[in-house]
C-alpha cells in the first residue's frame, strides 16, 4: 500500500533525470547543465511540498508509502520523513540547483565532459533523498552504500591533482564503515527474526526490547559507520584530502550533505534502536566530539591549503553536532538538527566562495592571495558573510543552533560544553586569519603578478591541476606556456586575458549562485522559528526512544531559547 | 545370485542425458564430419546440448527423488545448480566460439601436439583452420558437473570429479598465445588435480571402511547411529580436501593463479564459474546429507579455511599486477565467502536453514558475474592476445567509454555494493552465517571484502581515473557470441541486485537436499 508519492518522485526525478542527462551526446554540456537545474528545481519544488503537506503535530513518519521489495529478506521500499528528514530533503534540494548553477560554467579536465558530471550530481541527489527517506533500515543502508559511488567518480574524474588518491580514501572508508554497519544491520534483523519476524521496518524494528550486550555490539557497528561518515575525530582523515581534491560543487554536497548522514545515522538508528548502549556509550562519543571540536579547529589554523581549511572547519563543527545528539535533551538535539542544516548552508556557501576566488587565481594556497577586497568587494563580502555564519556570530543562521545545543548540552553535560565553547573562540581565529590574510593587506600573490607581467593568464588555468604546490602557482604562473593551460584546464573559470582586469568581481551568475544561501543564512539566523518547530517534535520523539528525560529541560526552555534568538 | 537391474528414472536423468549426448555427438562429429563446417556444427551441438539440459531441469522443478539405485539423487538444490551449471555452461560455450576478436579467429590453438615456436607452429598462426575438439571436451565437463551435484554416492561423485576434471585439464592447455605459459598451467593443473582426486578416493576408502556403504544416506544412517570414529572424521576429511582444491579454497588454492592465468581466458571463464557452482555443490551435498547430523566434525575446519580463504584472496589479491590472476584470488576469496554461508546450516532434520538457498543464490550470482568480467578481458587486445596487466587498462574508458563501464559494474558486483547482484548473495550469505551465531567469521568477512573492494577499485582508477598510455591496448568489436554474453551477464548483474526477490524465492523454495 502507498499513501504518497511524494517521497517517490524525489527518489525517481533525479534518477531519471541522471539518465537522461547520460544519455546526452557528449559535447552537449549546455543542454545537460539547463537540464540538471530543471531536475535540481523540480526537487526543490517537491521538497517545498512535502513540507506543507507536513503535520509538525501529526504522526512521527509521513507522507509514507511502501511496497514489498525483496520479500526473502522482508525488505519494504518504504519511504517516510520526520521532521528532522525533512529539513534534511530541504537542505538537500536547495543545495543542489545551487551547487550546479555554481558548476555552471566550469569546464571538464580532458578527455572529460561535464554532461557526466551533471549526471553524476543527480544521481547522487536521487540517493540523497533516499538516504534521509528511508524508513526500512535495509534500504537506508543501500542507498548509503550506492551514495558513494557518484561522489567517487565525482571526486575522481573532476577533483584536484591527488584526485586518484582521495577518491579511493573516501570510498574504502566509507565502504569500511559501511560493511561493519552491514555486519549489525543483518545482526538487527536476526533480532527480530528471533523476537517473532523477521524485519527491516524501523517501526516495528523500535518496539524490539534488545538485550544490553548484543544492543552494545550493534551500536558499535552502526556507530562506527555513522562516526566515520560525520566524521568524528579520530576517523576524520578522508574528509581534508576528499574535500580539498572534490571540484567545488562535489565539496559542497560532500561536506553540506553526505556527512550529515552520520550524524543523521546517529539520530535515527543509534538512539532509538540501542537507547542502553546510546546511553552507556554516550561519555566515549562526547569525548570524541569535544576532542574533535578542539583538535580540528587547530588544525584548521594551521592550514594553508583553503579548501582543506573549510574541511577541517567542517570536522569542528561536527563535533557540535554530536556533542548536540549525545546531550540526550530535546533542546541540543535541536539545535544539532538546525545545526545540520545550517551548517551545509554556511559552510556550503564558504567553499562556493573559496572555489571563486581559487577559480580566479589559480591556487588554492592562501599565502598566494591578499587584497582581494579593494579589488572585488562584492567577492570579499560574501566571503565575510560566509565565514561569519561559519564562526557562529550573532546574527547568522549557525549562532541560533550552536547556541541551542550548549545551552541544552549544559544541564546534562557540564563539563563538556565548557571545553567546547571554547572553540568558538578557536572558530573566530580560523576564520578571521583567512579573512584577513587573503582580503585585506597589500594586493599580492597570484591575482596580482608583479609589475604586470603580461601573459600571465595560462598560469591560472593549469594550476589547479598541475599541483596546488606554491612554486608552480606562483612563479610557474607568469610564464607559463600558454599552450598548455587551455588543454589542461580543469573545473576551472575562464581567466581574463589583461593583467589589469584579472581580477574581476563576482558575476551576475556568481551573484545569483551566492544570493539564496547568503539569504538563508541571514534569515535563519534572525527567524528560525519554522525549522524549529518541524524538529523539534521529531527530536523530542528520539530522546523519549532513548529514554532520556526530556520533560526536566525542554519545556521550559526551548520557548525562552528562540525568543533570545529573535 | 540374480543381479536386479537398478531402477533408473530416465525423465530426472533428462537433463545428464542431453548434455552427454551433446557431447557424443561432439565426438562423432570430430570424427566423421567435413572439416570445413565442423566449427558451425559443434557449436550448434554444444548449444543445443547445454540449453537442452537447462529447458530440462527447468521442466524437472519440482522432481524429488533417489533415482538410479541410489545413485543420483534429484532434488531442489540440484536441479537448481545443475541449471546453474548449464546455463554458464552455455554461455561460456559461446566465448569459446568467438571469432571476431583473435586474428587467428579463435582464442584455441589449431593443433596442440606441435611443439611451440617450432616451425610448424608459426605456420599454423597464420591458418584459418579452427580447434573444434575443445566443444565436445566442455560438453563433457559441463556434464560431470552436472552429475556431481546430484551425485548421491561417493563413488559417482569421485566418477563425476574425473569426467569434469580431465577435459579441463586438456582444455586448459590449448591457448592459441602464450603457448608454454598455457601447457605449464595444464600440468600443473593436472598434477595438483591429481593430487586432489587421490585425496578424495582415499578419503572414500575411509568412508566406506567406517560405515561400510559409499551412499550418502547410509553414511548418515552410520553417523548418527553413534559410529563416529577416527577413521570417519580423516575420510570426511580427506574428501573435504578433495573438494575444497577444486573449489579453490586456500589453501588449497595454489592452483589457481597460475591456470586462471595460463588457460585461454573463455576456458579462465568457464573454469571459474562453473567448477566453482559444482565444487560448493558437492561440498553442501556430502556436508548437508551425510555428516549433516554431526555437525560439529566438519564446522571448525569450514569454520577456518573460510577464513584463511578470504584473507588469502583479499591479501594476496592487492599484490597482483595481472587482471586475471588478480580474479584468480577474488576467486579464493569469494570461496571463503560462500563458506561462510555453508556454515548456516540449520542443524540436523531442519530443512528451512537460510544457508543452503544462500550459497546456492551467490553462486549464480558470481558466477554469471565473473563469467562477464572474463569476457570482457577477451576483448581488450595488444598486439600478440589479450591485454592483461593492469598498466595496460590505463585510462580504457577513453577509448571504449561502454567497455570500461561494464566492467566496472561486474568490479563493483564482486566488490558487493548495492544494487548489484554481488550485493544480494553477500548479504545472503551472511545473514546465514550470523543467524547461526558465526558473527565473528561475519565480521572478518565484512573486513575481507573491505580489503578485497580495494583492489578491484584500483582497476576502476586505472580505467577512469588515469591517463592512457600512447601505446595502450586496442579494444576490440566483440562479434554476436561474446556480446551475447556480455548482455546476458551484465543485465543479470544488475537485475539481480535491484530486483533479486524472483529468483531469492526460487533459490528459498529449491533448498531441499533428498538422499
Given at each position: ?566 | ?351 528451512a536453514g537460510t544457508g543452503l538457498p544462500a550459497v546456492m543464490f551467490y553462486l549464480l550470482a558470481y558466477g554469471l558475474t565473473t563469467l562477464g568480467a572474463f569476457a570482457v578481458l577477451t576483448l581488450v587486445r595488444s598486439g600478440d592476445g589479450e591485454a592483461t596487466h593492469l598498466s595496460q587498462w590505463a585510462g580504457l574508458s577513453q577509448r571504449s567509454p561502454l567497455t570500461a563501464a561494464v566492467m566496472s559494474l561486474f568490479l563493483l558486483a564482486l566488490a558487493g555494493i548495492p544494487l548489484t547482484s554481488g550485493f544480494t548473495g553477500k548479504f545472503a550469505v551472511f545473514r546465514a552465517a550470523i543467524e547461526d551465531g558465526a558473527w565473528p567469521l561475519a565480521l572478518v568477512a565484512l573486513l575481507a571484502s573491505a580489503v578485497a573492494a580495494f583492489f578491484y577499485l584500483r582497476v576502476i582508477v586505472l580505467m577512469y581515473f588515469s591517463e592512457p598510455a600512447a601505446d595502450g591496448p586496442t579494444v576490440g568489436v566483440p562479434g554476436l557470441p561474446t556480446t551475447i554474453v556480455l548482455a546476458v551477464t551484465a543485465a543479470a548483474t544488475l537485475v539481480l541486485g535491484v530486483v533479486p526477490g524472483a529468483v531469492l524465492g526460487l533459490a528459498d523454495r529449491a533448498a531441499i537436499f533428498v538422499g
Amino acid at each position: 500500500m502507498s499513501d504518497s508519492l511524494l517521497l517517490v518522485a524525489m527518489v525517481a526525478v533525479p534518477a531519471v533525470g541522471a539518465a537522461v542527462v547520460a544519455a546526452l551526446p557528449r559535447e552537449r554540456t549546455d543542454t545537460a547543465r539547463v537540464v540538471a537545474l530543471g531536475v535540481s528545481l523540480v526537487v526543490l519544488l517537491l521538497a517545498v511540498l512535502a513540507t506543507v503537506a507536513f503535520d509538525t503535530g501529526g504522526d512521527r513518519f509521513q507522507l509514507t508509502s511502501s511496497v514489498p521489495w525483496i520479500p526473502g529478506f522482508g525488505v519494504d521500499f518504504a519511504l517516510g520523513v520526520d521532521g528532522i528528514a525533512l529539513v534534511m530533503l530541504l537542505l538537500v534540494g536547495v543545495l543542489v540547483p545551487v551547487v550546479v548553477l555554481a558548476s555552471w560554467e566550469d569546464r571538464a579536465p580532458a578527455n572529460r565532459s561535464m554532461r557526466t558530471f551533471f549526471a553524476w550530481l543527480l544521481l547522487l541527489e536521487a540517493c540523497m533523498v533516499g538516504v534521509f527517506a528511508a524508513t526500512d533500515v535495509f534500504l537506508f543502508y543501500v542507498f548509503f552504500e550506492a551514495m558513494l559511488v557518484p561522489m567517487y567518480f565525482i571526486v575522481g574524474s573532476f577533483g584536484g591533482p591527488r584526485r586518484q588518491y582521495a577518491a579511493v580514501k573516501f570510498f574504502l572508508y566509507s565502504l569500511l564503515g559501511g560493511l561493519v554497519m552491514l555486519a549489525a544491520v543483518i545482526g538487527l534483523y536476526v533480532v527480530s527474526a528471533s523476537a517473532g519476524e523477521g524485519t527491516f521496518a524501523f517501526e516495528s524494528l523500535r518496539q524490539l526490547d534488545i538485550d544490553p550486550d548484543v544492543q552494545r555490539l550493534l551500536f558499535l557497528g552502526f556507530f562506527v559507520a555513522f562516526a566515520i561518515k560525520a566524521p568524528l575525530v579520530p576517523l576524520h582523515t578522508w574528509l581534508p584530502d576528499a574535500g580539498a581534491e572534490a571540484p567545488i560543487g562535489g565539496a559542497v554536497l560532500l561536506v553540506g550533505v553526505l556527512d550529515k548522514v552520520g550524524t543523521f545515522g546517529f539520530l535515527r538508528y543509534c538512539l532509538p534502536l540501542f537507547p542502553d548502549a546510546s546511553r552507556e556509550f554516550a561519555p566515549l562519543v562526547l569525548v570524541l566530539a569535544v576532542a574533535g571540536v578542539l583538535y580540528a579547529a587547530l588544525l584548521a589554523m594551521g592550514q594553508t591549503d583553503m579548501k582543506r581549511l573549510v574541511s577541517y572547519t567542517s570536522i569542528a563543527h561536527f563535533g557540535f553536532i554530536a556533542l548536540g545528539v549525545f546531550a540526550f535533551t530535546t533542546e541540543a538535539g535541536t539545535g544539532a538538527v538546525l545545526y545540520m542544516v545550517n551548517h551545509g548552508i554556511a559552510t556550503g556557501l564558504l567553499f562556493i566562495v573559496v572555489g571563486m576566488l581559487i577559480a580566479r587565481g589559480g591556487s588554492r594556497l592562501v599565502g598566494d592571495y591578499g587584497g582581494v577586497a579593494a579589488h572585488a568587494p562584492k567577492l570579499a563580502g560574501v566571503f565575510l558573510i560566509a565565514g561569519l555564519a561559519s564562526l557562529a556570530l550573532p546574527g547568522t543562521n549557525s549562532f541560533v543552533s550552536e547556541f541551542l545545543v550548549l545551552i541544552g548540552s549544559f544541564p546534562t553535560r557540564p563539563v563538556f560544553t565548557v571545553l567546547a565553547t571554547a572553540g568558538i573562540i578557536l572558530a573566530a581565529l580560523y576564520v578571521l586569519l583567512l579573512y584577513q590574510r587573503t582580503m585585506h593587506g597589500p594586493p599580492r600573490g597570484v591575482l596580482f603578478p608583479a609589475d604586470g607581467a603580461v601573459g600571465g593568464t595560462t598560469g591560472t588555468d593549469g594550476t589547479t591541476r598541475h599541483g596546488a604546490t606554491a612554486a608552480s602557482a606562483t612563479t610557474g604562473g607568469g610564464p607559463g606556456a600558454a599552450s598548455g593551460g587551455t588543454a589542461t584546464a580543469t573545473l576551472t573559470h575562464e581567466a581574463p586575458a589583461r593583467p589589469a582586469s584579472r581580477l574581476r568581481d563576482l558575476s551576475r551568475r556568481e551573484l545569483v549562485v551566492v544570493a539564496p544561501l547568503v539569504a538563508l543564512v541571514i534569515g535563519l539566523g534572525v527567524y528560525p522559528q519554522p525549522l524549529i518547530r518541524l524538529i523539534e517534535p521529531a527530536v523530542a520523539a528520539t530522546m523519549s526512544d532513548v529514554g532520556a528525560d526530556p520533560a526536566g529541560t525542554t519545556p521550559a526552555t526551548t520557548p525562552g531559547s528562540t525568543e533570545g534568538t529573535d | 545370485m540374480p543381479i536386479e537391474a537398478p531402477d533408473l528414472s530416465l525423465a530426472a536423468l533428462a537433463p545428464l542425458l542431453f548434455v552427454f549426448g551433446a557431447a557424443c555427438i561432439g565426438v562423432l562429429v570430430e570424427a566423421f564430419g567435413p572439416r570445413d563446417s565442423r566449427h558451425p556444427v559443434q557449436v550448434a551441438v554444444a548449444l543445443v546440448g547445454t540449453v537442452g539440459g537447462l529447458v530440462a531441469t527447468l521442466l524437472l522443478a519440482g522432481t524429488r527423488e533417489v533415482t538410479a539405485g541410489g545413485a543420483l539423487a534429484v532434488d531442489g538444490a540440484g536441479l537448481f545448480l545443475q541449471a546453474t551449471i548449464a546455463g554458464l555452461g552455455a554461455l561460456s560455450l559461446l566465448l569459446f566460439a568467438e571469432r571476431n576478436l583473435d586474428p587467428a579467429r579463435s582464442a584455441f590453438v589449431v593443433s596442440a601436439a606441435v611443439p611451440a615456436g617450432s616451425v610448424r607452429d608459426r605456420e599454423l598462426l597464420t591458418v584459418q583452420r579452427v580447434q573444434t575438439e575443445v566443444y565436445p571436451l566442455a560438453t563433457f565437463a559441463i556434464g560431470g558437473m552436472m552429475l556431481f551435484v546430484t551425485a548421491n554416492d561417493l563413488l559417482i561423485m569421485f566418477v563425476a570429479l574425473e569426467v569434469l576434471s580431465l577435459p579441463l585439464y586438456l582444455i586448459s592447455g590449448l591457448a592459441r598465445r602464450r603457448r608454454l605459459l598455457s601447457q605449464e598451467a595444464a600440468v600443473k593443473y593436472f598434477l595438483l588435480g591429481s593430487f586432489a582426486s587421490a585425496f578424495f578416493l582415499y578419503g572414500l576408502a575411509l568412508v566406506y571402511g567406517a560405515t561400510g556403504s559409499v551412499q550418502l544416506g547410509a553414511v548418515r544412517e552410520a553417523v548418527a547411529a553413534g559410529e563416529t570414529d577416527t577413521l570417519l572424521v580423516l575420510g570426511l576429511a580427506l574428501l573435504i580436501v578433495g573438494l575444497l582444491f577444486k573449489a579453490s579454497v586456500a589453501p588449497f588454492h595454489t592452483w589457481t593463479p597460475d591456470v586462471y592465468q595460463g588457460a585461454p581466458t573463455p576456458v579462465t571463464a568457464f573454469m571459474a564459474a562453473c567448477t566453482k557452482v559444482a565444487a560448493f555443490g558437492a561440498i553442501l551435498r556430502l556436508l548437508y546429507v551425510a555428516f549433516g547430523t554431526e555437525e560439529w566434525t566438519w564446522r571448525p575446519l569450514v569454520y577456518g579455511v573460510a577464513i584463511v580463504s578470504m584473507v588469502v584472496g583479499a591479501v594476496l589479491g592487492l599484490t597482483q599486477t595481472d587482471l586475471k590472476r588478480m580474479l584468480a584470488y577474488s576467486s579464493v576469496a569469494h570461496a571463503g565467502f560462500l563458506l561462510t554461508g555453508v556454515l548456516g546450516f540449520p542443524g540436523s532434520g531442519d530443512p528451512a536453514g537460510t544457508g543452503l538457498p544462500a550459497v546456492m543464490f551467490y553462486l549464480l550470482a558470481y558466477g554469471l558475474t565473473t563469467l562477464g568480467a572474463f569476457a570482457v578481458l577477451t576483448l581488450v587486445r595488444s598486439g600478440d592476445g589479450e591485454a592483461t596487466h593492469l598498466s595496460q587498462w590505463a585510462g580504457l574508458s577513453q577509448r571504449s567509454p561502454l567497455t570500461a563501464a561494464v566492467m566496472s559494474l561486474f568490479l563493483l558486483a564482486l566488490a558487493g555494493i548495492p544494487l548489484t547482484s554481488g550485493f544480494t548473495g553477500k548479504f545472503a550469505v551472511f545473514r546465514a552465517a550470523i543467524e547461526d551465531g558465526a558473527w565473528p567469521l561475519a565480521l572478518v568477512a565484512l573486513l575481507a571484502s573491505a580489503v578485497a573492494a580495494f583492489f578491484y577499485l584500483r582497476v576502476i582508477v586505472l580505467m577512469y581515473f588515469s591517463e592512457p598510455a600512447a601505446d595502450g591496448p586496442t579494444v576490440g568489436v566483440p562479434g554476436l557470441p561474446t556480446t551475447i554474453v556480455l548482455a546476458v551477464t551484465a543485465a543479470a548483474t544488475l537485475v539481480l541486485g535491484v530486483v533479486p526477490g524472483a529468483v531469492l524465492g526460487l533459490a528459498d523454495r529449491a533448498a531441499i537436499f533428498v538422499g
